[in-house]
């Protein structure tokens, strides 16, 4: 599939692309802020988004996702380090196919991936 990575911390976003390219995804692109990525999910139309929730930048996250969520069919998988109910009943109301916390397995991932096919 065709897939964009939203994280602001590098060896974080370098790990996860290695991780979709061994499991035969195609890494569009690696994009530091939400609204970066906004940008080139419009562009590059990827088919999921793995859309960290807290990242510097004019946009975070939660504000990316829901931005897109009316212009982009991609599922949203949202993933963060900071695992509590607040973050998660926000993210719930934007709207996401699921949500990891970091560090994320791949195991989860190759889930993920068996959902959406």
């Known amino acids: ?3 964009m990575i939203a994280e602001d911390e590098s060896i974080i976003a ?3 692309s290695l991780t979709l ?3 035969g995804h195609q890494v569009l692109g690696i994009c530091a ?3 970066t990525c906004c ?3 419009i562009a590059q139309r990827p088919e999921v988004i793995f859309m960290d929730i807290r990242m510097a930048g004019p946009r975070d996250g939660l504000e990316a996702a829901a931005a897109l969520k009316d212009v ?3 599922a949203i998988v949202f993933t963060t380090a900071f695992d509590d109910a607040a973050i998660r009943a926000e993210a719930a109301s ?3 196919h699921a949500f990891l916390v970091k560090p994320v397995a791949e195991a989860a991932i190759r889930n993920i991936f068996q ?3």
Do not use: D, E, N
């Open 39 to 41: 940008k080139a999910a």
């Open 14 to 16: 370098l790990a996860l």
């Open 33 to 35: 802020s939400g609204a």
């Open 21 to 23: 390219r061994r499991l």
């Open 1 to 3: 599939m065709r897939v």
């Open 115 to 117: 959902k959406l096919t």
């Open 94 to 96: 934007i709207g996401y």
């Open 72 to 74: 982009l069919p991609a």
